[in-house]
Nanobody, 124 residues
Framework: QVQLVESGGGLVQAGGSLRLSCAGS????????LGWFRQAPGKEREFVAA????????YYADSVKGRFTISRDNAKNTVYLQMNSLKPEDTAVYSC?????????????????WGQGTQVTVSS
């Protein structure tokens, strides 16, 4: 049973940066594609970014492209989300997820394991 634990969320002013981490345990995290999703109050869960098992391929939502960077360190069983130029509309609970799939990584239903999430709040 894979377990994922996020950290690094917090309160930041618009234009600032945060780095989220998601540490995995209980399995070989390196075989999984990993993704970040977010959910703001009253809104549906939204895809943010994903990375292939090798780290060779990355995918981003249009709303974060050029501002966010996803990366992974398989030796540490950890995936990161570097968030720069943050905007108030980025405020949400951010969750990481692991998938055995290699395609359709923008779809929440393709993921097998989820973390509890970490709150990111961007003030204007």
């Amino acid at each position: 049973q894979v377990q994922l634990v996020e950290s690094g969320g917090g309160l930041v002013q618009a234009g600032g940066s945060l780095r989220l981490s998601c540490a995995g345990s209980g399995g070989f995290i390196s075989i999984y594609s990993l993704g970040w999703f977010r959910q703001a109050p009253g809104k549906e869960r939204e895809f943010v970014a994903a990375i292939s098992w090798s780290g060779g391929d990355t995918y981003y939502a249009d709303s974060v492209k050029g501002r966010f960077t996803i990366s992974r360190d398989n030796a540490k069983n950890t995936v990161y989300l570097q968030m720069n130029s943050l905007k108030p509309e980025d405020t949400a609970v951010y969750s990481c997820a692991a998938s055995l799939q290699r395609r359709n990584l923008g779809l929440p239903n393709e993921y097998d394991y989820w973390g509890q999430g970490t709150q990111v709040t961007v003030s204007s």
